[in-house]
């Protein structure tokens, strides 16, 4: 129980944050914010640790990799780079390793939201910055009241636009809490991230 709450504290104060953040930008600007409505697919690559001791055995991670589908939200502030961002999608993992005697594999199923504020640095290129959060354990095992159900991540990418709607992106994560040895090896701490968007609305 403990735990739950300490992860749902981290949650709250990561969602505080983004509204922080983007009600300052707001503020600072007094400007009418317009509004994208987007649709994105990453290839996702984690790296980190790759050998781990945990419970008397030596693991070898040999990779966990997958993809990700996302729908963004974005406001866009008038006569200003800065910019807010929401968003919410689902991202699919496989695992495969060793140990001396054994080897493993899986797959990770993550619904994750996340939010955060950009900055155009040029006209076709944006820098944005993002509190994530995502379920740390499988759903068969989600049981409210048990410990460490969700991630919290802190990401940095760069957007680079093709044409009005057509953008790609790239993105690195780092894991804030939990990063103990029993998530990441088969879910290490860092994840890379490179894929295309489209705006679909306005």
Excluded: W
Excluded at 55 to 61: D, E, K, S
Excluded at 99 to 120: I, P
Excluded at 123 to 135: G, H, S, T, Y
Excluded at 179 to 195: C, D, H, K, L, W
């Amino acid at each position: 129980m403990t735990d739950t709450i300490s992860n749902l504290k981290h949650c709250f104060f990561s969602l505080l944050l983004i509204a922080g953040a983007q009600v300052v930008i707001y503020q600072n600007n007094h400007l009418k914010a317009q509004y994208d409505l987007s649709f994105g697919a990453n290839y996702v690559y984690c790296f980190g640790e790759r050998i781990i001791d945990l419970q008397g055995a030596t693991y070898h991670l040999d990779h966990t990799q997958g993809f990700e589908f996302l729908g963004a939200n974005s406001y866009k502030f008038n006569d200003s780079r800065f910019s807010a961002h929401l968003r919410l999608g689902f991202r699919y993992l496989t695992f495969a390793g060793r140990s001396e005697n054994t080897s493993y594999s899986g797959a990770l199923n993550k619904v994750f939201a996340s939010g955060g504020v950009g900055y155009a640095i040029a006209d076709k290129i944006n820098v944005n910055a993002f509190i994530e959060a995502e379920n740390n354990k499988e759903f068969d095992k989600f049981i409210i009241g048990s410990g460490d159900l969700f991630r919290v991540n802190l990401a940095a990418e760069t957007q680079y636009s093709f044409t009005e709607r057509l953008s790609a992106i790239i993105l690195v994560s780092r894991a804030m809490t939990p990063i103990t040895e029993a998530y990441i090896f088969t879910n290490p701490q860092y994840q890379f991230r490179v894929g295309v968007n489209y705006r679909m609305l306005p």
